[in-house]
């Protein structure tokens, strides 16, 4: 179209608006990356935990004083999972509203979008800006699938923690089993959930 005064005007306060809501919520995919980074980590280290004390049972062999060095250790991975869970309810208190305003104005531009799609394609419109929708139609995907993929690492947190052998003859320590369930009831009171709002 011609540029007009109008052409203009609409450009100029409607572009800024769509790549400020792409911005936000490329903000939020990259936060929920941190998150998931951090728990993957986590599971990493808790994995190898398990196998340490694993190898401890089945073969006889560890150092003077391991009980002792897995409590440490496993208390050093309650702080690093409390601390995510911090960062987490920052993260949701500071993005709750923007969370839900951010993915509502992108599921009104995809169906306002797709009319104007089908309303150009009926009436034989020669428009070649279809493909313009879609980034807006990966950008819920996207935050989905960055929202679960940090989710679904706690249960793998539990389970490394429940592997973690701690009655055999060189590793059988009360205060180990009290620190697992300790951790164990942290995960269950602490969960990692994502939403906006509920």
């Not at 009980?67 to 709750?96: P, T, W």
Request: proline content about 4%.
């Amino acid at each position: 179209q011609a540029l007009t005064q109008h052409m203009l005007l609409f450009w100029s306060t409607y572009e800024p608006l769509v790549w400020l809501t792409y911005l936000r919520n490329l903000q939020f995919v990259l936060h929920l990356e941190l998150l998931r980074e951090q728990l993957t980590g986590l599971e990493r280290e808790m994995g190898l935990l398990a196998e340490y004390s694993r190898f401890a049972s089945e073969t006889g062999r560890s150092f003077p004083g391991f009980e002792g060095f897995l409590r440490r250790r496993l208390v050093q991975k309650q702080r690093i999972y409390s601390h995510v869970y911090d960062m987490l309810k920052c993260f949701q208190g500071a993005f709750n509203f923007s969370i839900l305003a951010v993915l509502l104005t992108i599921n009104i531009r995809i169906a306002v979008d797709c009319y104007f799609m089908y309303y150009s394609i009926y009436n034989n419109v020669i428009n070649n800006d279809y493909y313009l929708i879609v980034p807006a139609l990966l950008e819920i995907p996207a935050f989905i699938y960055a929202s679960q993929s940090c989710m679904v690492v706690v249960p793998r947190i539990a389970h490394q923690l429940h592997n973690i052998v701690t009655d055999s003859g060189c590793c059988s320590c009360p205060d180990l089993s009290l620190q697992i369930q300790n951790f164990s009831l942290q995960l269950l009171h602490q969960p990692i959930r994502i939403d906006c709002l509920g």
